[in-house]
């Protein structure tokens, strides 16, 4: 599975952009995809995940963006996007994709996912 993550850009608090994650290869709807974020100087950390179409599509994401990052796929089209709210500061970092087929105790974990895309790079200013 090959991953290409667009979207990025520079916004100001509180506003929004849209990633995308599009897969070419393999059986999408079979993958879990994930996106995971990492700041200059802070490791990559989890953001949100959607899983395989098997596993029921479900969603879970990290604490700092509930409410404000929404996670769906479009499997018709092998996308995933990432629409984000309400941006802040703290959001500023490259944004990674990634494809996997984690187990469920794994799905906020880097390890769990096989395939990663380019990243894109978010910037919020104040």
């Known amino acids: 599975v090959q991953l290409q993550a667009s979207g990025g850009g520079a916004v100001q608090v509180g506003g929004s952009l849209r990633l995308s994650c599009a897969a070419s290869?393999?059986?999408?709807?079979?993958?879990?995809i994930g996106w995971f974020r990492q700041a200059p100087g802070k490791e990559r950390g989890f953001v949100a995940t959607i899983r395989s179409r098997s596993s029921g599509s479900r969603i879970y994401y990290a604490d700092s963006v509930k409410g404000r990052f929404t996670i769906s796929r479009d499997n018709a089209k092998s996308t995933v996007f990432l629409q984000m709210n309400s941006l802040q500061p703290e959001d500023t970092a490259v944004y990674y994709c990634?494809?996997?087929?984690?187990?469920?105790?794994?799905?906020?974990?880097?390890?769990?996912?096989?395939?990663w895309g380019q990243g894109t790079q978010v910037t919020v200013s104040s």
């Open positions: 990634a494809a996997g087929s984690p187990i469920l105790s794994a799905v906020r974990e880097t390890r769990a996912y096989n395939y």
């Open positions: 290869a393999g059986t999408f709807s079979n993958y879990g």
